[in-house]
């Protein structure tokens, strides 16, 4: 990907930066050279010019293994909430099992979509604010978005309430629609939790500290399961005791991250610079970047939760066995999407540093090691496609079902690592939008079409062809996504992060 430098102006604050960009990094400036790294790597890389960054392919993929790696085991770990779930209700019953399928997916196309949507306008502004050294910056774009987001939890409240007369509009099983209601209403009471941790997610990772949220799960986890064990098989509560685990295990996460930031990384608090009344101000850069966010997020989530209700007209075999592919596809593409986050976190702070020669080589390192991950990805899927599906269900319908469509997820897998990937550059340069439009495109104009056409039409695939269209919609948006990263003017991204420079704190 094309990327030249262009003029950088500094202060003594961003010379004495040490954020992400920094880590193994040595540079040379009017102010003396500035040596820092996490591991205590001493790589003397010297510059002629005062702010130039350097970097290496080298250093690239020992700088992403290490960031990625906790950050993987994070994400898996607040996944694993809904696994957990999934888990528990698939042998409880195969009703269940696809209620809380139903549920699931509304709640994530509805609300968690939302967040995460939102929450994308951080992995670029955070990480460019500290980058450029403008520390008190991250804690209030942190602050506007936790306002912003519980703002929003009103009308997804009021969705999730709804939901059960919603779903049984949408679907022929009226009795799992119900349930799937009754579910997504308890579970509403956690929403908030998970949005605040969202948010503070980012403020921890632009900063390097990517450890910050495994903590956090690593205490929230067993707390899970434990409770799901109490609250379903010894209580006997069923859906309702899963839903309470998933509520109070949500709303442990802010609280846990705010324990480790104050007491084990008090550092942290340098960028916070406490409760503001501008956090209630000046939005909009906040807003033109969640916005494209949002519908980036959700073009994808809501096109698989089309074709899941779609799969319900099949039947209640077919439906829990998409739960069960939907259920693996997301845990596996857990590894190239937390990638992701570290990817756009590295390239926003060397965007706001304006190093964008270095941003170039870690670009054109990350497409090797990208596709590296969805090779083994789909190896993984490959070989196992006959052992996976026994651990959610005993039923062999499912199970046979599962089983071929298998290859088939396992390339999806290979190519939505390059999708994660492309997803990750634009967030690191600020084109969320494009993003959007991509996914908005793609998906309804090809992706969905061609799955319904294949499962329903006259080739009659079933769910194998359903996603073989999603396949097909997937390779169209990394290519297409690609092209636009490789021919774009990456000093504009430059010249945005530093117009945020002037921003009232």
């Not at 950050?71 to 694993?80: G, K, N």
């Not at 799937?180 to 949005?195: H, K, Q, V």
């Not at 495994?214 to 006997?236: A, E, R």
């Not at 693996?328 to 590295?346: C, D, G, K, L, W």
Request: proline share 4%; glycine share 8%.
């Amino acid at each position: 990907m094309e990327a030249h430098e262009g003029p950088r102006r500094f202060s003594a604050s961003s010379a004495l930066v040490r954020p992400l960009l920094d880590d193994g990094v040595k540079r040379n400036n009017s102010y003396g050279t500035i040596v820092a790294s996490d591991t205590g790597e001493e790589e003397a890389l010297l510059q002629h010019d005062r702010h130039e960054l350097t970097t290496s392919v080298g250093k690239e993929t020992r700088l992403l293994i290490r960031y990625s790696v906790p950050l993987c085991i994070t994400y898996v770990l607040q996944y694993s909430f809904s696994l957990v779930t999934i888990f528990v209700v698939g042998h409880i019953g195969t009703d269940e099992l696809g209620a809380v399928s139903l549920a699931t997916m509304t709640a994530n196309i509805t609300g968690l979509a939302v967040y995460e949507g939102l929450a994308t306008s951080l992995d670029t502004l955070c990480a460019q604010a500290y980058g450029g050294g403008r520390k008190e910056q991250v804690g209030l774009h942190m602050q506007r978005m936790v306002v912003f987001m519980l703002l929003l939890t009103v009308p997804i409240g009021a969705v999730w309430l709804c939901s059960g007369w919603i779903l049984a509009a949408l679907v022929p099983e009226k009795e799992l629609a119900y349930m799937a209601g009754r579910y997504l209403r308890i579970l509403l009471a956690g929403a908030p939790g998970y949005a605040i941790f969202e948010a503070g997610k980012r403020f921890t990772q632009a900063q390097g500290l990517f450890n910050a949220s495994l903590f956090v799960l690593i205490l929230t986890t067993p707390i899970n399961i434990l409770l799901n064990y109490l609250f379903v098989f010894v209580l006997d509560w069923d859906l309702t005791g899963a839903a309470l685990s998933t509520v109070i295990s949500n709303t442990l996460l802010p609280l846990f991250l705010w324990i480790y930031v104050y007491f084990i990384v008090p550092s942290s608090l340098e960028c916070w610079g406490g409760f503001t009344r501008a956090a209630f101000t000046n939005w909009g850069p906040m807003c033109k970047l969640s916005v494209p966010g949002i519908v980036m997020v959700e073009a994808e989530w809501l096109a698989f939760d089309i074709l899941t209700f779609s799969s319900s007209y099949l039947s209640t075999a077919h439906l829990a066995a998409q739960s069960v592919i939907m259920t693996t596809a997301v845990m596996i593409y857990h590894i190239p999407f937390s990638t992701s986050v570290a990817v756009s976190t590295r390239l926003g702070n060397l965007i706001g540093a304006g190093a964008l020669p270095a941003a170039r080589i870690a670009t054109r390192t990350y497409i090797l090691i990208f596709l590296s991950i969805g090779l083994l990805d789909a190896t993984f899927l490959t070989l196992t496609r006959h052992i996976l599906p026994r651990a959610f269900t005993s039923d062999p319908e499912v199970i046979r079902i599962v089983a071929s469509v298998m290859p088939i997820l396992a390339l999806f897998q290979l190519s939505d690592a390059g999708t994660a990937l492309a997803n990750a550059v634009l967030r690191g340069l600020g084109r969320q939008d494009i993003g959007g439009y991509v996914n908005l495109g793609v998906y309804y104009l090809v992706a969905i079409p061609t799955a319904l056409a294949l499962c329903f039409g006259p080739p009659k695939l079933d769910l194998k062809g359903m996603w073989t269209g999603c396949l097909l919609g997937s390779c169209l948006i990394w290519m297409v996504e690609g092209v636009y990263c490789r021919v774009w003017r990456w000093e504009k991204a430059v010249e945005e992060a530093r117009g945020r420079e002037g921003e009232p704190q």
